[in-house]
């Protein structure tokens, strides 16, 4: 038996399962918490719990369900539960992987970045010359920048493969490593790397329809301290730079990104991320959790002649909150496997985040907050052009559609 079984064969032994009546729902408690996750159990099985939105798999929650739906009363009114279960399983679906044009975007993705970077910074309008000594060419200094971080290098171990770049072409001089921090920290290239970000994933405008939001946070070198006055001792926590972004769920390409304060809400970050990418793509689905389960990103969502699959907290009735909340719901209470199945795409920008973290590092080196911001957006960046490598390679996007984006 698998672990998840053992531990849904114990949650079916030891606590109370509820069925609600009206909508189908069976009320399954957590172990670690004092709250009760939703779980559907039918042709196409599905949880509340974060287990299940992350795997797309059954859970200790189903399985609890299962086992309860599993057992039988003996004659003396005790309840036996059987360990083996059969309750309309569906095959997991496998996906096949194009290991010759994985392997080809793999080996060749250091290559081919330099150059698909090169064509980005080389549409960046040079600004006049001052006073004062000569400066770097601003598209020189971007692409020194954002191959520093796909490096992951420090900025004195850099400059080999800065030299490299220049002897490639790419560049036409080699700038000083403090001459790229001294860049990162200029806050005017804020929204010329958000602009590079949206260029970058324009080539695969015709693949993307459904896009997923979420938000998450990059750890900085610096602390918050503050005096706890109950425990009478000084506590101590990392600050950090959080940023919201909307991503393709096909490709996991970054179509729009934010970065507002540490504690800025997740909810109101979806209207305006939603109006940056349908300036360039055809949306059709948003994806999200329950953080933005709101009237008003329900009605941007349908403004954009979209659907919202927004998953709707436990608590939430269908009134006082307008027609399009009330008929949103209905169709959430009514058409659950068709929402969830939907629905389930929304781990893929959980999966975005992680590709960048896990490549780039969870946390950033720079010191102010300018500096920290322009980091996020070159991790960022580094990843979007990451992704159009491995479209190029494996589904036969045309290169030069990113040089005319």
């Known amino acids: 038996m698998e672990p998840r079984q053992q531990r849904g064969l114990e949650i079916a032994q030891r606590c109370r399962i509820d069925k609600d009546k009206y909508r189908g729902f069976w009320f399954v408690p957590s172990q670690s918490e004092k709250k009760h996750y939703h779980v559907m159990v039918g042709r196409v099985s599905f949880c509340t719990c974060p287990d299940y939105e992350l795997r797309g798999d059954k859970c200790k929650h189903i399985y609890a369900v299962e086992y309860t739906l599993e057992s039988s009363t003996k004659t003396d009114g005790s309840t036996m539960i059987s360990e083996t279960v059969q309750v309309s399983e569906i095959p997991r679906p ?46 020189d200094a971007l692409f020194a920048a954002t191959f520093k971080i796909y490096s992951t290098f420090s900025g004195r171990r850099f400059m080999s493969d800065l030299r490299d770049a220049q002897a490639k072409g790419f560049i036409g001089q080699v700038p000083h490593y403090n001459s790229i921090f001294n860049y990162l920290e200029n806050p005017e290239l804020t929204p010329i790397l958000t602009n590079m970000i949206t260029r970058s994933a324009m080539p695969l405008k015709t693949i993307e329809t459904a896009f997923a939001v979420d938000s998450s946070g990059f750890m900085t070198s610096r602390f918050t301290r503050w005096y706890d006055q109950k425990y009478g001792a000084v506590r101590q926590s990392h600050d950090w730079v959080k940023a919201h972004i909307m991503c393709g769920v096909k490709t996991n390409v970054v179509t729009a990104v934010e970065i507002q304060g540490q504690h800025t809400g997740d909810g109101i970050m979806l209207p305006s991320l939603l109006a940056h990418t349908a300036k360039h793509f055809d949306v059709q689905e948003v994806l999200a959790d329950k953080g933005y389960s709101s009237a008003k990103n329900m009605e941007a969502i349908l403004a954009a002649n979209a659907t919202p699959y927004i ?12 027609q399009t909340w009330e008929r949103m719901f209905h169709y959430f209470s009514f058409n659950k496997e068709k929402f969830f199945a939907h629905y389930h795409q929304r781990s893929n920008v959980e999966s975005t985040f992680m590709m ?3 490549k780039f590092r969870d946390h950033v080196r720079s010191k102010t907050d300018t500096a920290m911001r322009n980091e996020v957006l070159c991790k960022i960046l580094c990843h979007n052009i990451c992704c159009v490598i491995s479209a190029i390679c494996e589904l036969g996007i045309d290169h030069d559609a990113f040089c005319r984006a």
């Open 311 to 322: 998953a709707f907290r436990s608590n939430t009735t269908g009134r006082d909150a307008g």
């Open 356 to 358: 960048i973290k896990t």
């Open 94 to 139: 496998t996906y096949g992987q194009n290991w010759t044009a994985y392997n080809r975007a793999q080996t060749t993705e250091k290559d081919q970045f330099q150059s698909l970077l090169h064509d980005l910074c080389s549409n960046i309008h040079q600004p006049p010359q001052g006073k004062g000594r000569p400066r770097i060419p601003l598209s």
